[in-house]
DNA sequence: TTGAAAGCGCTAACAT
DNA sequence: ATGTTAGCGCTTTCAA
């Protein structure tokens, strides 16, 4: 016996077949003399024996691994906190399941490259973190048959893929209505990435409430960013150079409405005394800034321990329906928005809208 | 054939041996005719075969995977921002190479278990993040022959295992004298997690640091920390109660920096204008904080970077020696920390110790 | 130029 | 209660 003990070597000093073995290994020993039982176990122990999960893999056509992948966009996980959160919640299902988690980043835009690598025999299914429009991971149907969940973009029906993702429409909305409840009229928006889908939900929820509420949506303060802090600071540099401001701006995400914060902190414009400012994620850091920043947070641990789950009961089940997991966003008050109504009140004097489905005073 | 094409499907529809398809596939083609050639990848283009990473694997011996393994301290990803960056370098080494990654997170501390865990066949190497004193990745040598490669913790040398790290003591050196450079001579310290190498590191280049200048260092104003916000807030209040105080405080780490700034801002003490404050890491965050924080900033891409390199040239040659890399940290000035005199005179009217190397006027 | 055959280490029917 | 055997899909000598 040479290199690392097999199956067979356990065998040979416990004088019986590999079949033993296996099965004891396998916790099959109630088939077996409790004697015989004790032999192998000595036996492997004193040859320091462990299965060999790529045989294993071969043998069993399963691999007890799954497969995270990332969409080539931001395949550096360093600019994806999201990422990371749900990777948590991930592992926390998986773990004690014996599950084991394969991290893979394609770097490429050809989706037939990129399927080759992620569907290589090598896992039995995938978590695809974020996909963006246009992303080859979305060409799954026409190169793999491997199950698939996809996290942090809520994908129309037509992709077929299950998702599990915060429910922005819904949560934009709360937002946007608190913020209206607060007294301010007057409202801007920073668009996210237009190739993610979120960004699209949170506006269209923005646009639907100001709706909602009678509210004039106008143009020259919804501000097209991108997600990144960069974007959020070109964001306020265009329209804080306006002769007339909103009196609070929602960013679609807190990385935008950070980079806005540290304009305003440029050009000396105080938050909230000025203008307030709410974000979306709630990302681990705002909390800590400096004006801690009113925003919506969502489980996304939660998220990718759900992923985990719908995953592995599709590859156990072979269960291949898509299905849609939307999760409640809430809405965490913090200290950067100020109430609004002086200055509300000033531009906009309508009286009417919260009557629908309140109680009426 | 049903299921997924395998190598003898190929064959089947080329005509020919799956010795011949193996080959060609895997760049041989010099050794066939052209019209062979053609055959065979046309064959395999035409069934949408894949080869089959495990049965490779089993037969070549070798699984072009590589394991990160987080140590069980810190098994949530999301509290270890230092993780990330890492895998990030990690990947963009590996990715190039064809070298997939697997993130272990082993959840108990029985060294048999989680090296049965890691050490199962399905990996080549491990890049071991962060190991504390104690940890059962240290254990390593009773239980794997694996290469191995640690980062984010200069090891003893007699762990035997390769690392790759900043250089902590220089680091924290060089900040320190930067600060006493600054005029300061009354300053505190607070100290990492005592299982972490690193804050030992530090504090010790600290102290040695002080004895250098002849400073003294005021035990009152080491405070215990363990890298984590909440302890930050704690030295803070610890230290701001006592009645004379330092004019700097040298955080180990950012965490820490930044629990001590919020419990400034709850005591409304201004920073750095009554007392200022330093990290260690430069954490993402910590450049877009209300008082953007003055810290030692290192490479950590380039320590996955390095970390894959080291450890695809031990897995490749062999070779077992254990290595050493500590890669620089760079003083990164921003605004946390003032200029000394002014304070470290009013606060303190003693006349001694700011004697060395000082200015008088 | 090409192919046959012996594994890699394990699993799981199917005997016995 | 235990063993025989035929794979899993691929690589790699070695022979033709």
């Given at each position: 016996m040479r290199g690392k003990p097999t199956l067979r070597d356990v065998a040979a000093r416990a004088g019986c077949s590999i079949t033993t073995v296996s099965n004891i290994l396998q916790g099959r020993s109630h088939l077996y003399r409790e004697d015989m039982v004790e032999q192998v176990l000595r036996a492997g122990h004193e040859l320091g024996y462990r299965p060999n999960s790529v045989a294993r893999s071969l043998a069993r056509r399963r691999t007890a691994t799954i497969g995270v992948v990332l969409d080539p966009q931001h395949a550096r996980l360093t600019h994806n906190l999201y990422a990371h959160d749900v990777l948590d919640g991930i592992l926390a299902f998986l773990e004690p399941r014996d599950y084991d988690i394969r991290l893979i980043t394609p770097r490429t835009n050809d989706p037939a490259a990129v399927w080759r690598r992620i569907d290589?025999?090598?896992?039995?299914g995938a978590v695809l973190i974020a996909p963006v429009m246009g992303s080859p991971l979305l060409e799954w149907r026409c190169y793999s048959r491997l199950p698939v969940v996809a996290v942090g973009s809520t994908l129309p029906d037509e992709y077929g893929v299950s998702c599990i993702d915060i429910d922005n429409e819904t949560a934009m909305a709360t937002l946007t209505e608190w913020v209206i409840q607060q007294g301010h009229r007057a409202i801007g928006f920073i668009k996210g990435h237009p190739l993610h889908w979120s960004a699209h939900q949170r506006e269209r929820a923005f646009r639907r409430t100001m709706a909602l509420y009678n509210l004039p949506v106008r143009e020259e303060w919804m501000l097209q960013g991108d997600y990144s802090p960069e974007s959020g600071v070109r964001a306020a540099e265009q329209l804080l150079r306006q002769s007339e401001l909103p009196t609070v701006v929602l960013a679609a995400n807190d990385d935008m409405a950070m980079g806005f914060l540290q304009h305003c902190r440029t050009l000396e414009i105080a938050v909230p005394d000025r203008i307030s400012v709410a974000g979306f994620d709630d990302s681990v850091w705002v909390q800590r800034m400096g004006i801690p920043l009113t925003t919506i947070h969502h489980d996304r641990y939660q998220v990718g321990y759900l992923a985990a789950q719908r995953l592995l009961h599709q590859i156990e089940t072979g269960d291949a329906h898509p299905q849609r997991t939307l999760i409640n966003g809430v809405l965490v008050v913090r200290q950067s928005v100020a109430m609004g109504y002086a200055l509300a009140s000033a531009t906009t004097p309508q009286p009417t809208y919260s009557t629908e489905g309140g109680s009426r005073s």
């Open positions: 290589n025999g090598s896992i039995d």
